[in-house]
């Protein structure tokens, strides 16, 4: 498959644990972005990544909220002291010269 | 800043009849604009985009959009419906086609009846 990768699909946590999840995107593509979406609502835009670049973390929700892509390749989004307002899907997309290519998400449940 | 409003939170249909899903933006240049559909527990897949040119776009399975810019609009359109078409469709503008991230509508969710 070549498409974007997320991992974990899902993922349930306690309050105040930190979560971690990955994406890979595809291979090509140098832009990788970061969007939360909650239940009835379109996706929204945490951060996004050019190459290992950060250009964008202004929209990351808290500063519990942070995302890294050291080499340019895979990224990772960090939750510390995760609260219930953070269960949520994480979807990852990445970007090429065209068109934004979406993963499956990463479902978040904070009980 | 660019925004996204679809008016329908859901709309029904029966299987065969036509469809239009509504999107109007608010953006002060020449947007991008583009459709995607969500499949329950599924991520987001392109239907079609414009970027420039003819302001009637085709995208795939049979869905297209017209671009108004006097009506600041992009609304999709299928003439006949499947059920396979039940799914979430979100409405996303962007600045040019370069790096800055998609703004996306609340969305819109379609149910297809027999």
């Known amino acids: 498959d070549t498409g974007v990768s997320q991992d974990p699909r899902h993922k349930i946590t306690k309050r105040g644990q930190n979560v971690t999840f990955r994406c890979d995107p595809i291979s090509e593509h140098n832009r990788l972005y970061w969007y939360r979406q909650t239940l009835g609502q379109g996706p929204e835009f945490l951060t996004y990544f050019q190459n290992e670049a950060q250009l964008e973390k202004s929209r990351l929700l808290s500063d519990r909220f942070s995302a890294e892509r050291p080499k340019g390749s895979f990224s990772t989004l960090e939750i510390q002291r995760t609260e219930q307002g953070d269960s949520a899907m994480y979807l990852c997309?990445?970007?090429?010269?065209?068109?934004?290519?979406f993963g499956e998400g990463s479902r978040l449940t904070v009980l | 800043a660019q925004s996204v409003t679809q008016p329908d939170i859901h709309i029904t249909v029966s299987e065969g009849a036509s469809l239009e899903l509504r999107c109007n933006y608010s953006y002060g240049a020449t947007p991008y604009l583009f459709w995607y559909v969500q499949s329950p527990g599924q991520g987001l897949q392109l239907l079609l985009k414009y970027f420039s040119g003819d302001t009637l776009v085709q995208g795939i399975k049979g869905f297209e959009a017209e671009f108004k810019r006097s009506q600041s609009s992009f609304n999709l359109r299928k003439p006949s419906v499947h059920w396979s078409d039940a799914a979430e469709y979100f409405c996303?503008?962007?600045?040019?086609?370069?790096?800055?991230?998609?703004?996306f509508g609340k969305g819109t969710r379609l149910s297809v009846i027999a």
């Open positions: 996303a503008v962007g600045l040019n086609s370069g790096n800055t991230p998609l703004v």
């Open positions: 997309a990445s970007r090429g010269t065209g068109e934004l290519f």
